[in-house]
């Protein structure tokens, strides 16, 4: 079936890095672009870019250019979110999902908690 | 940027009862070349991610089941329950993908009495 397996959870320091991966299964992985949405605690959903998964190019939300940055591993149908110099502001759950002009599958996201 | 507002922003009601829920966008969603809202409607369970439940403002994605409708047009859109169950406890999300940035409503939190 067609799903999204994303990592576990992570616990960082402020100013630590984080890399979140998000493995694709049961479709062609480029057939989709990947995007990326925040959760901060109990508050909505963020939207925070995408990227093209044939030629991986990201493109990120404002509020989410200099620390982001999306990649991909093509061979392993796996899409990754890095975030740099973490902050406490970034203590969210983090989901992928898949794209074809609405949101129609979902990772079960990523806790990221930063604390010192 | 499009501003996706939701009102109300919780509800609380019985089992077998009628919700309705409303989406407005701070412009139109509908793209004039092919008529469609680029309006989808998701719905969130405690402690799971979004669920896709409606797409194109009204067509309903395969296997929701058929109490939940999508209406609307332009820049005012309605979710429907026409018989609330409890499971349907979450909070719904409207999200317009008709520009660049995606966004989101802050969302309409369902309770069962």
């Known amino acids: 079936q067609i799903q999204l397996v994303q990592s576990g959870p992570e616990l960082k320091k402020p100013g630590e890095t984080v890399k979140i991966s998000c493995k694709a299964s049961g479709y062609t992985f480029t057939d989709y672009s990947m995007h990326w949405v925040k959760q901060a605690p109990g508050k909505g959903l963020k939207w925070m870019g995408w990227i093209n998964t044939e030629t991986g190019e990201p493109t990120y939300a404002d509020d989410f250019k200099g620390r982001f940055a999306f990649s991909l591993e093509t061979s392993a149908s796996t899409a990754y979110l890095q975030i740099n110099n973490l902050k406490n502001e970034d203590t969210a759950t983090y989901f992928c999902a898949r794209y074809g002009w609405y949101f129609d599958v979902w990772g079960a996201g990523t806790t990221v908690t930063v604390s010192s | 940027d499009i501003v996706m507002s939701q009102s109300p922003s919780s509800l609380a009601v019985s089992v077998g009862e009628k919700v309705t829920m409303s989406c407005k966008s701070s412009?139109?969603?509908?793209?004039?070349?092919?008529?469609?809202?680029?309006l989808a409607w998701y719905q969130q369970k405690p402690g799971q991610s979004p669920k896709l439940l409606i797409y194109?403002?009204?067509t309903r994605e395969s296997g929701v089941p058929d109490r939940f409708t999508g209406s609307g047009s332009g820049t005012d859109f309605t979710l429907t329950i026409s018989s609330v169950k409890a499971e349907d406890l979450a909070v719904y999300y409207c999200q317009q993908y008709y520009s660049y940035p995606w966004t989101f409503g802050g969302g309409t939190k369902l309770e069962i009495k």
């Open positions: 412009q139109s969603l509908l793209y004039s070349s092919n008529q469609k809202n680029y």
């Open positions: 194109w403002a009204s």
